[in-house]
Nanobody, 113 residues
Framework: QGELVESGGGLVRPGGSLRLSCAASRVIFRFNTIGWYRQAPGKQRELVAT???????DYSESVKGRFTISRDSAKSTVDLQANTLKPEDTAVYYCHALDSTFWGKGTQVTVSS
């Protein structure tokens, strides 16, 4: 069990939805802003969304209005609800504790008809 573990990826058709979850250790969850990143084949890893320990959210322009990041203090999880998915959302999605070196191993999201 790592410090950050992602789950919830899969294959979905364009327009569909997925909910990704990042399970964090209690220490990481309590003291860190958590971010969701993604990396598509042949492209650099990019920031998708972040949520602070106080719940303040921020999103990249490419997902704003379609994705929602949230945190559950009881479960120490940070979820990413991805709606109206597009083929260009296809990537491996990672969670990361900002101001640390901790990354999860990623979960694959494929959007294809």
């Amino acid at each position: 069990q790592g410090e950050l573990v992602e789950s919830g990826g899969g294959l979905v058709r364009p327009g569909g939805s997925l909910r990704l979850s990042c399970a964090a250790s209690r220490v990481i969850f309590r003291f860190n802003t958590i971010g969701w990143y993604r990396q598509a084949p042949g492209k650099q890893r990019e920031l998708v969304a972040t949520i602070t320990t106080y719940g303040a959210q921020d999103y990249s322009e490419s997902v704003k209005g379609r994705f929602t990041i949230s945190r559950d203090s009881a479960k120490s999880t940070v979820d990413l609800q991805a709606n109206t998915l597009k083929p260009e959302d296809t990537a491996v999605y990672y969670c990361h504790a900002l101001d640390s070196t901790f990354w999860g191993k990623g979960t694959q999201v494929t959007v294809s008809s």
